[in-house]
């Protein structure tokens, strides 16, 4: 069975960090670009990061350049996402997901973020 | 960026009716050299993580019932429902990936009328 778990979410105060993980299984791992997409409560999608399936490439919006840091082990099937300098707008559910491409076919549940003091 | 703008936001559609979402990027998604439109559609229900419906803006995923397809090309894109069932009260996105930051449109409520 495909699987995307994600973990590492949680409750923490603004400027705080967080490391959340990726667990893939039933899947290839290390032949897909994976991404973090976040959800903030009630609203739509937005995309956060993705790197390609070797670690050449990564890219980020704007908005989180410079605090998060994608990064993957493709020996362990996982994939993480560091995330620095935490403020309210950043409170959302993070999905791990990945594809082929640049399109998503594969999602996780999600783990939820909440920046608050 | 390229912008992508859904409409509506929310329609209600009767069981067995046909539900159409457009989708509008501020900047052509087609790739010249392979004749591909960088779109996708993405179905989610309440409480779920996004599905993938469609992508290449005109081709199913695979196990996705064919009342769900996809058209256009450049910049103006539909998905269509042909025929409403109940399962498929979600909320649906369309997404470009043609080019970083990947982009999504606001998402599409249908409901039943």
């Known amino acids: 069975e495909v699987q995307l778990v994600e973990s590492g979410g949680g409750l923490v105060q603004p400027g705080g960090s967080l490391r959340l993980s990726c667990a893939a299984s039933?899947?290839?791992?290390?032949?897909?670009?994976m991404s973090w997409v976040r959800q903030a409560p009630g609203k739509g999608l937005e995309w956060v990061a993705n790197?390609?399936?070797?670690?050449?490439?990564?890219n980020y919006v704007d908005s989180v350049r410079g605090r998060f840091t994608i990064s993957r082990d493709n020996a362990k099937n996982s994939l993480y996402l560091q995330i620095n300098s935490l403020r309210a707008e950043d409170t959302a559910v993070y999905y791990c997901?990945?594809?082929?491409?640049?399109?998503?076919?594969?999602w996780g549940r999600g783990t939820l973020v909440t920046v608050s003091s | 960026d390229i912008v992508v703008t859904q409409s509506p936001d929310s329609l209600a559609v009767s069981l067995g009716e046909r539900a159409t979402i457009n989708c509008k990027s501020s900047?052509?998604?087609?790739?010249?050299?392979?004749?591909?439109?960088?779109l996708a559609w993405y179905q989610q229900k309440p409480g779920q993580p996004p599905k993938l419906l469609i992508y290449w803006a005109s081709t199913r995923e695979s196990g996705v019932p064919d009342r769900f397809s996809g058209s256009g090309s450049g910049t103006d894109f539909t998905l269509t429902i042909s025929s409403l069932q109940a399962e498929d009260v979600a909320v649906y996105y369309c997404q470009q990936y043609y080019s970083t930051p990947l982009t999504f449109g606001g998402g599409t409520k249908v409901e039943i009328k």
């Open positions: 790197m390609k399936q070797d670690e050449s490439e990564k």
């Open positions: 039933g899947f290839s791992f290390s032949r897909y670009w």
């Open positions: 900047q052509s998604v087609l790739y010249r050299p392979n004749n591909k439109d960088y």
């Open positions: 997901a990945g594809g082929y491409g640049w399109y998503l076919d594969l």
